[in-house]
């Protein structure tokens, strides 16, 4: 079954504990991004990756960092958590740029940064 | 960078027609998309336009006009399962390296009542 996968799914820790989302796809695609959705502010993007060890900023970026060593996983990293990062967030694939070629989005990870 | 307005709630009857607007502003238009999430969920692709006019799939329409920078979603034959938020988002070609970069909208959160 072709999916997105992220873990955990829930995730309490504190402020300062370094803690990494893992997003694992198994559609040889491409394209990869990390999402945080907050109420009233939407989907916003973190970071995308145009393939393997290809990398870049989103619109939100800072406090978060991303590698792109394997082309199927696309782990989210953040340093020193703190509670503005608390948020919902979502991984997300695709095979290009092209056409209808819709984004494919994990089932989501609730954190709580305290 | 992109300006995308959708109303932020709307409520309809089980039954019933709802169209939910969208409009965009963007120098590097290249293709619309809608979205449905349930809370607490992914969202699911619904609809995609990068044309002017109308694409129907079941009870599903989404439409298109570039001049003007809008889109809409006509959702038939509402059923209580269709309560959800209904996400607008925007690709543009203004991305760096050949990033096509999608945006989304905040949401408009659909109440379906009996």
């Given at each position: 079954e072709a999916q997105v996968t992220q873990n955990p799914r829930y995730l309490i820790t504190v402020t300062g504990k370094k803690l990494t989302v893992t997003c694992s796809q198994n559609m040889n695609h491409e394209y990869m991004s990390w999402y945080r959705q907050d109420p009233g502010l939407g989907l916003r993007q973190i970071y995308y990756s145009m393939n393997v060890e290809v990398t870049d900023k989103g619109d939100v970026p800072e406090g978060y960092k991303v590698s792109r060593k394997e082309k199927r996983n696309f782990p989210l990293i953040l340093e020193s958590p703190s509670p503005n990062q608390t948020s919902l967030y979502f991984c997300a694939s695709r095979?290009?740029?092209?056409?209808?070629e819709t984004q494919y989005f994990g089932p989501g990870t609730r954190l709580l940064v305290l | 960078g992109q300006n995308i307005d959708q109303p932020t709630e709307m409520t309809a009857t089980e039954g019933a027609i709802v169209q939910i607007n969208c409009t965009y502003q963007t120098s590097g238009f290249n293709g619309l998309f809608w979205y449905q999430q349930h809370a607490g969920e992914a969202p699911t692709f619904l609809s995609y336009n990068v044309l002017d006019g109308l694409e129907e799939k079941g009870r599903f329409s989404s439409f298109l006009s570039r001049s003007k920078g809008y889109s809409y979603l006509l959702l038939k034959e509402?059923?209580?399962?269709?309560?959800a938020s209904y996400l607008c988002a925007v690709r543009d070609t203004l991305g760096s390296g050949g990033y096509q970069k999608v945006t989304f909208g905040t949401g408009t959160k659909l109440q379906v009542i009996p």
């Amino acid at each position: 079954e072709a999916q997105v996968t992220q873990n955990p799914r829930y995730l309490i820790t504190v402020t300062g504990k370094k803690l990494t989302v893992t997003c694992s796809q198994n559609m040889n695609h491409e394209y990869m991004s990390w999402y945080r959705q907050d109420p009233g502010l939407g989907l916003r993007q973190i970071y995308y990756s145009m393939n393997v060890e290809v990398t870049d900023k989103g619109d939100v970026p800072e406090g978060y960092k991303v590698s792109r060593k394997e082309k199927r996983n696309f782990p989210l990293i953040l340093e020193s958590p703190s509670p503005n990062q608390t948020s919902l967030y979502f991984c997300a694939s695709r095979l290009g740029l092209a056409g209808k070629e819709t984004q494919y989005f994990g089932p989501g990870t609730r954190l709580l940064v305290l | 960078g992109q300006n995308i307005d959708q109303p932020t709630e709307m409520t309809a009857t089980e039954g019933a027609i709802v169209q939910i607007n969208c409009t965009y502003q963007t120098s590097g238009f290249n293709g619309l998309f809608w979205y449905q999430q349930h809370a607490g969920e992914a969202p699911t692709f619904l609809s995609y336009n990068v044309l002017d006019g109308l694409e129907e799939k079941g009870r599903f329409s989404s439409f298109l006009s570039r001049s003007k920078g809008y889109s809409y979603l006509l959702l038939k034959e509402l059923q209580m399962k269709d309560s959800a938020s209904y996400l607008c988002a925007v690709r543009d070609t203004l991305g760096s390296g050949g990033y096509q970069k999608v945006t989304f909208g905040t949401g408009t959160k659909l109440q379906v009542i009996p």
